[in-house]
């Protein structure tokens, strides 16, 4: 099919797809047949591709000299594989690369690259990396990107690397100074205006490039769509920020979202289980999300291929929640390790052969955690993982081990209509609040909602600075004061807060307290506990007790309208997060079900297992159960089985039936609750129940 018969279908994109990219470095062009591949990937089950395109390496002849055509390549690699690949009913996006460009460029394009405080050129290895508002990015990108789109009939175009990455060059001191009436910051300082102003403007900019690309792609290609290279979350942060990413801005004007989550073994303690799936809890509410495997242990050896079980777990966390996989290879399937190919293809095919029943589903979810990137920048600063992100990934993981049907939002796609499908809204530490963003959430509590808030929620504006009060009417508290390690134990009064652990009085304590008392004019306070035990300094065994209790309360519960409000001032998110607590999750999921009453779904397995619920068009549920039991802190490398898993679903259904096995489960009535046994898991199950 050629460019001029070929149609299109950018709905596909909103399909949850099964990408596959054969990342090829420039020696797999020699005697490549690209026939084999195509039926390759076919064979996988994949129904897209991701092709080398152009940028840095042209894969095709082309008149733009200053992209090097791969000199392995005979003919014309990238108009052979687009034909192969439609004659196989297989999508096509081609990989370009607007980041980094070749050294003799410098001689003839000064203007081209970036440049550090001192006004050297800044270098990732030998390439040179290039201005964001220079015209490598701002005329070359787009005269290549009308070459290559005139002469191929490319279903989407992926930019690699698509990075915002501070410069300081004139140009972009100008243009910094027009729009913000700052000079360019040459440094990371939260106290100065001109860099918390450039952080937003560095957001705004790079959106406005996006935009501008895909406007561009569609006008000289109708159909041809625009996606890019990004991370919804990271496990530092800051590389979010420097690369100037906000998954809500790009969203409006791309063709789907594809987000890395690469499971690298060098990725930072404690080790984050979650970020498959959890890209695509946030990025599906914007647009269907694809998240971006790397078949890679590292960067650096990227020929070693990731351990299989873990590879399939990440796998069903995307499929699980709604979201479309894509596998990045080093090279072709020719590969020297090839130890997950095996699970790949086994999940990819599971996927084709129920793709209708993946493409109906819509996950559901009784309550929804709060993400906020403006807190992770305006408040984490310096620190966003340990400020911000440690107590948001803490809530993710009580509520995922504690079996709770749930989904995250980005603040920046809240509304009233949105927050009124949760009974219960999480603020893990949601410390940079707008006064739009406060409003909205008290009216969610007003007209019935509950929220479970932690720390410093509402404490700060939208820039980061230091409210004089609290932005939340409906948490009824005012902030007297701040303890450090004041406290030891936390005093529990009310057995019904920890209600499994039932001989237990007393909660482990460390780090910051906020006393806080009661604001006089709101409405009834319902309960308040977990007062704090002064801290006992002495470890010497003879003097390890107390003789006295604070009268500051670590747990209230106000209501406000029609809803009610659990504020906890401290940090138990962020200390499940770093030291597993067990207490306190018992804590928070108590409070959860205090305010949702019976649950979508509850389980008994373990918390190493996912348990996911999604809506079924055709009726009923759909239920998977993803195993990360295992090794905790290393990759997974083997399943450990787990028997006699009891699972119960809200409502009466007649059968369930296993995706995987084909095997019918006996359902008994349980209350409102209908319940099976799940006998023995192995890395996932799938049950249809109707």
Not at 350 to 363: I, S
Not at 460 to 465: A, C, R
Request: glycine share 6%; proline share 4%.
């Amino acid at each position: 099919m050629d460019k001029q018969t070929y149609q299109k279908d950018p709905d596909f994109w909103n399909t949850r797809f099964r990408l596959i990219q054969p990342n090829l470095r420039k020696i797999d062009a020699i005697n490549l047949d690209i026939e084999e591949l195509i039926n390759e990937v076919k064979e996988y089950g994949a129904n897209a591709i991701l092709v080398n395109g152009g940028g840095i390496v042209a894969w095709y002849p082309t008149t733009n000299a200053y992209q090097k055509v791969n000199e392995y390549m005979h003919g014309d690699f990238l108009g052979d594989i687009i034909a192969a690949a439609h004659r196989a009913n297989i999508k096509v996006l081609v990989r370009m690369d607007v980041s980094k460009s070749h050294p003799y460029l410098l001689e003839t394009h000064p203007d081209w690259f970036r440049r550090d405080s001192a006004g050297d050129i800044i270098k990732h290895w030998e390439m040179l990396t290039t201005c964001p508002t220079g015209p490598y990015w701002e005329e070359y990108n787009f005269r290549v990107l009308e070459e290559l789109l005139n002469k191929y009939p490319a279903d989407g175009i992926f930019f690699n690397a698509f990075n915002y990455l501070r410069c300081n060059c004139k140009r972009c001191q100008t243009f910094f100074k027009e729009q913000t009436g700052f000079d360019l910051p040459t440094e990371e300082n939260w106290q100065n205006p001109a860099w918390r102003a450039y952080v937003s403007y560095r957001y705004e900019r790079h959106a406005d490039y996006n935009r501008r690309l895909a406007e561009f792609v569609n006008k000289v290609s109708p159909g041809t769509v625009l996606t890019i290279d990004t991370n919804i979350t990271s496990d530092s942060y800051k590389g979010i920020r420097e690369s100037g990413w906000h998954t809500v801005n790009f969203s409006e004007s791309n063709g789907c979202i594809t987000s890395e989550a690469f499971n690298l073994v060098d990725r930072p303690f404690p080790k984050w289980s979650y970020w498959a799936g959890e890209e695509v809890k946030i990025g599906n509410h914007l647009k269907q999300t694809s998240i971006i495997l790397s078949y890679s242990k590292s960067i650096f050896s990227r020929r070693a291929a990731q351990p299989a079980v873990q590879f399939g777990y990440d796998l069903m966390q995307i499929a699980a929640n709604g979201g479309a996989p894509f596998v990045a290879l080093s090279g072709t399937f020719e590969q020297e390790d090839k130890q997950a190919l095996p699970m790949t293809k086994k999940i990819y095919t599971y996927l084709k052969t129920f793709d209708q029943e993946y493409n109906d589903m819509t996950p559901l979810a009784d309550v929804a955690i709060i993400y906020s990137q403006r807190t992770a920048d305006y408040y984490g600063k310096e620190h966003p993982a340990e400020r911000w992100q440690a107590h948001y990934r803490g809530m993710y993981e009580i509520l995922a081990e504690s079996h709770i049907p749930f989904t995250v939002l980005h603040e920046g796609c809240l509304s009233i209509e949105k927050l009124q499908n949760y009974s219960c809204l999480i603020l893990p530490n949601i410390a940079a609040l707008s006064d739009e963003e406060a409003s909205l959430i008290d009216r969610y509590v007003d007209s019935g909602g509950h929220i479970i808030s932690t720390y410093e929620t509402g404490l700060y504006d939208h820039e980061g600075q230091r409210r004089s009060e609290q932005a939340l009417k409906c948490v009824g508290r005012e902030v007297r004061g701040s303890v450090k390690n004041a406290y030891t134990y936390l005093e529990v009064r009310n057995q019904s807060f920890i209600e499994d652990y039932p001989d237990t009085s007393v909660l482990m304590f460390t780090g910051d307290f906020l006393e806080t008392v009661e604001k006089k004019d709101h409405m009834r306070l319902v309960s308040e506990d977990l007062y704090g035990i002064p801290s006992v300094r002495n470890t010497t065994p003879e003097f390890a007790y107390w003789e006295k209790v604070s009268d500051s309360p670590g747990l209230t519960i106000h209501s406000h309208g029609e809803g009610s409000v659990a504020y906890l001032p401290w940090s138990p998110d962020k200390l499940y997060h770093l030291m597993g607590i067990h207490e306190y999750k018992s804590l928070i999921a108590g409070l959860v079900k205090r305010f949702c009453g019976a649950l979508s779904m509850e389980s008994n397995a373990p918390g190493g297992v996912e348990c996911l619920l999604a809506k079924r068009k055709s009726g009923g549920y759909l239920i998977h159960l993803v195993n990360g039991v295992g090794t905790q802190g290393k990759p997974l490398t083997e399943t450990v089985k787990v028997e006699e898993i009891q699972l119960k679903v809200k409502g009466r259904f007649q059968s369930a039936k296993s995706l995987t096995t084909g095997e019918h489960y006996n359902i008994k009535k349980d209350g409102e609750y209908s319940s099976m046994i799940v006998r023995s898991l192995g890395l996932f199950e799938a049950i249809i129940i109707e």
